[in-house]
């Protein structure tokens, strides 16, 4: 797992890099970034189009058409669509998710922010995500950008993921160390 996340690093990083150099340039740096996060939560919220993504069964014409598609009905920032376009057309979708972490990275770290991820069985409210941030900005000294996943396999509680950090809080993981604990009991 350690190997794939370095691969797609490797692969996301120039890509998150020149789609930042292009909007800092054009001055859009903020809509890209709200176009590229109305993508992960699309992606988020449709298991379809996550596998869509993925699929290496697609071609990368085919997946390139189909993403045109999508973007022109969401009326996508013209950034952010030939960026996507590109990325599909070079048959590098897979790692979308990886790319869109990169430059929200780069982003947040251009405002003098850090990002983190959290990782939740449900949708957090506002208020939640606010608290969150309020407390993670304490202990970090530094804004928080916090980009929501929702894994219903968690069960309840939080992962949050800040740099090379991550604090794992989930019922999964709590029920997973009690099962190992039993198991070296009896």
Same mark, same amino acid.
């Given at each position: 797992m350690a190997a794939q996340n370095s691969v797609l690093s *490797?692969?996301?990083?120039?890509?998150?890099?020149?789609?930042?150099?292009?909007?800092?340039? *054009? #001055?859009?740096? #903020?809509?890209?970034?709200?176009? @590229?996060?109305?993508?992960?939560t699309l992606a988020g919220e449709s298991a379809d189009f996550s596998r869509f993504l993925r699929s290496p069964v697609i071609n990368a014409d085919e997946k390139a058409e189909a993403v045109e598609a999508v973007l022109a009905k969401a009326n996508a920032h013209p950034v952010v669509a030939n960026f996507v376009k590109v990325v599909a057309r070079n048959g590098r979708l897979f790692a979308l998710s990886a790319i869109i972490a990169a430059f929200r990275e780069r982003a947040a770290e251009a405002r003098?922010?850090?990002?983190?991820?959290?990782?939740?069985?449900?949708? @957090?409210?506002?208020?939640?995500?606010?608290?969150?941030?309020?407390?993670?900005?304490?202990?970090i000294g530094k804004a928080v950008t916090l980009t929501q996943?929702?894994?219903?396999?968690?069960? !309840?509680?939080?992962?949050?993921?800040? !740099?090379? *950090?991550?604090?794992?809080?989930? @019922?999964?993981t709590k029920l997973t160390a009690m099962k190992i604990a039993m198991k070296e009991v009896s």
């Open positions: *490797q692969i996301a990083r120039p890509y998150a890099s020149a789609l930042f150099d292009l909007a800092e340039e *054009q #001055s859009s740096l #903020s809509e890209v970034e709200a176009g @590229l996060v109305s993508i992960t003098g922010e850090i990002a983190a991820e959290v990782t939740s069985a449900s949708s @957090l409210s506002a208020a939640q995500v606010k608290t969150l941030g309020d407390t993670l900005k304490a202990k996943y929702v894994d219903p396999s968690l069960i !309840g509680g939080l992962v949050v993921k800040v !740099g090379s *950090q991550m604090i794992d809080s989930s @019922l999964k």
